[in-house]
């Protein structure tokens, strides 16, 4: 019985690399992709980059037209986050296993959110741009509706495990639903939830650079116009001044996180 | 006078797994009560069935003359305030205080809305404080329980349910995460609460010696049958093998111990 299960699984890997490579080889003739090339001019985009890809002093006078154009994305991505957030909360509740109301709602919300999270967030850009056009609106619907799937579901994930044991010990003292939501679930999970908007804030700020490319807005507008213009310097100010956010930004929520677990 | 009548109470968790079959009993008023039988045999379901965190299949009980299965929404939150249940895992809620935890006892008592703020008067302050007196807590009143030992938090949890001004105590395996030191100052507790408060206690134990000492009365549950109901000084070894099966001889009892206390 025991050893079954190691073959079935010895076999089973051999299967899955098996097709891993077919699908990989497969893909490269269709695609016609060089894989030696591939890597060889990897090395010479290096060298490019080092050349042309790097701020001197005439791009350190666009600062300040970029600087407003990263706090809006900052904003944006912070602002989008914490509405997401709120959404969230009742469409977790709903879901969890410890607060769910009824298995049909519970399963209704979770469907609702596992869709907004699996459409890729450029896939929700473009659907928007149709309805809103290049506008600020339709990178932070993007951002809110991926920023709600994800988080449904991390909030469901924390409050099962967070809050399962109290739940029922309030239940069975005959506390009320919104009771035991509020003195239990809650404090329990809140420490983890807000770890959770963190991190999506973190990763808003990369996506909505990505999304500000294709609708017009924010950083991602000035790294294509100067990109676009081959201000090449200009356009690798933006690149550091988003990758120094990137950082600021994680230091910040780490600490936050130290301090509030 | 009966406190609790179970009649023909049979719990069928699905197709073939039938965890309670037509189990009668009356347990009165002030008895200090153990349940005892191997793992699987049904002790956790008896006890959840009581105040309903799980819905019996079929048969019908009676707390003080009401029977429990057809009560309201409301009448079941009322009923539960008069019964306190302790955990084996303790459930509390780890991120609060002591008396946070303690309070919340009392929550079945409230509103919606004192429960939600957790609102709490000077009276039931005051008997909280008494409460964490007698279980030796004083240290601990403000310290969060995550910082606490396992015997510390389970009195909490024994204050959680007795701030509830309980008649009868749900102890499920209330001592078997804690090592004998603990073990034994949570089951002097119990049993206080019992002689002294006059309240009712239904335990769930793994331990026959502990059951032996404690107890004014036993039970014994094989395969979701009660095949032992009576005093400690009834029990024999072959009582104990009919309860526990060929697991009995592990278990390695000394019926002689039951004078110890
Ligand atoms: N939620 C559930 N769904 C399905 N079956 C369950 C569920 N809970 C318990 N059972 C089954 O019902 C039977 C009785 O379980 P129960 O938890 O009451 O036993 P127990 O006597 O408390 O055991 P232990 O000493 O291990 O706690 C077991 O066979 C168990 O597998
Ligand atoms: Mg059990």
């Not at chain 1, 990758?243 to 910040?252: D, G, L, N, R, S």
């Not at chain 2, 009560?71 to 991120?95: A, C, P, W």
Request: aromatic share 10%; with cysteine.
């Amino acid at each position: 019985m025991q050893a079954d299960i190691f073959a079935k699984r010895r076999k089973d890997n051999l299967i899955f690399f098996s097709l891993l490579g077919l699908i990989t080889i497969a893909s490269i003739i269709v695609t016609e992709y060089d894989v030696v090339k591939g890597f060889t001019s990897v090395f010479k985009a290096a060298v490019w980059a080092v050349a042309n890809f790097y701020p001197n002093a005439k791009a350190m006078a666009k600062l300040p037209d970029i600087l407003p154009k990263l706090q809006e994305t900052i904003l944006m991505s912070i602002s989008s986050t914490t509405f997401a957030a709120i959404f969230s909360i009742p469409f977790a509740l709903f879901g969890s296993k410890v607060t769910k109301i009824n298995n049909i709602l519970g399963s209704v919300s979770r469907l609702i959110a596992s869709i907004f999270r699996n459409v890729p967030i450029v896939a929700w850009a473009m659907v928007l741009l149709f309805s809103f056009g290049q506008s600020a609106m339709t990178g932070y619907l993007a951002l809110f509706f991926t920023s709600f799937g994800f988080l449904v579901r991390a909030f469901i994930e924390t409050m099962d495990e967070t809050s399962t044991s109290s739940v029922e010990a309030l239940r069975a003292s005959g506390a009320s639903y919104l009771q035991t939501i509020f003195q239990a679930v809650l404090p329990s999970a809140a420490p983890q939830m807000i770890s959770w908007v963190l991190y999506t804030i973190e990763t808003n700020i990369r996506s909505a650079t990505l999304v500000g490319i294709l609708t017009g807005t924010g950083i991602g507008f000035s790294f294509e116009l100067y990109y676009k213009s081959m201000n090449y310097n200009a356009a690798s100010l933006v690149v550091l001044v988003v990758v120094i956010v990137v950082f600021a930004v994680e230091f910040i929520s780490n600490y936050v996180r130290r301090v509030i677990i | 006078m009966p406190l609790l009548e179970i009649k023909n109470l049979t719990k069928k968790y699905n197709a073939d797994t039938l965890a309670l079959s037509d189990v009668n009993l009356t347990i009165n008023e002030g008895e200090f009560v153990s349940v005892i039988g191997p793992s699987g045999a049904g002790k956790s379901t008896l006890l959840r069935c009581i105040n309903r965190m799980i819905e019996a299949s079929s048969g019908y009980i009676l707390f003080d003359g009401v029977n429990v299965s057809t009560l309201s929404k409301n009448e079941l939150r009322n009923l539960r305030t008069k019964i306190g249940m302790i955990f084996q895992h303790y459930n509390l809620v780890d991120r609060l205080s002591v008396i946070e935890n303690i309070l919340h006892g009392r929550l079945g008592y409230k509103n919606t809305f004192e429960g939600i703020f957790g609102i709490y008067n000077e009276e039931e302050k005051k008997s909280a404080f008494k409460i964490i007196e007698i279980l030796g807590l004083k240290e601990q009143v403000y310290k969060r329980c995550d910082q606490l030992s396992g015997g510390q938090k389970q009195r909490v949890g024994i204050g959680r349910a007795l701030i509830q001004k309980p008649r009868l105590m749900l102890c499920d395996e209330p001592i078997a995460s804690l090592d004998p030191n603990a073990s034994k100052i949570i089951m002097d507790h119990l049993r206080n609460i019992s002689s002294k408060m006059g309240i009712t206690c239904l335990v769930n134990l793994h331990q026959v010696n502990v059951a032996l000492k404690y107890s004014d009365r036993i039970i014994g549950i094989n395969s979701s049958k009660v095949v032992f109901d009576g005093a400690p000084s009834e029990m024999t070894s072959d009582i104990v093998y009919s309860i526990y099966g060929s697991e009995a001889e592990e278990l390695d009892i000394d019926i002689g111990g039951r004078n110890a206390s």
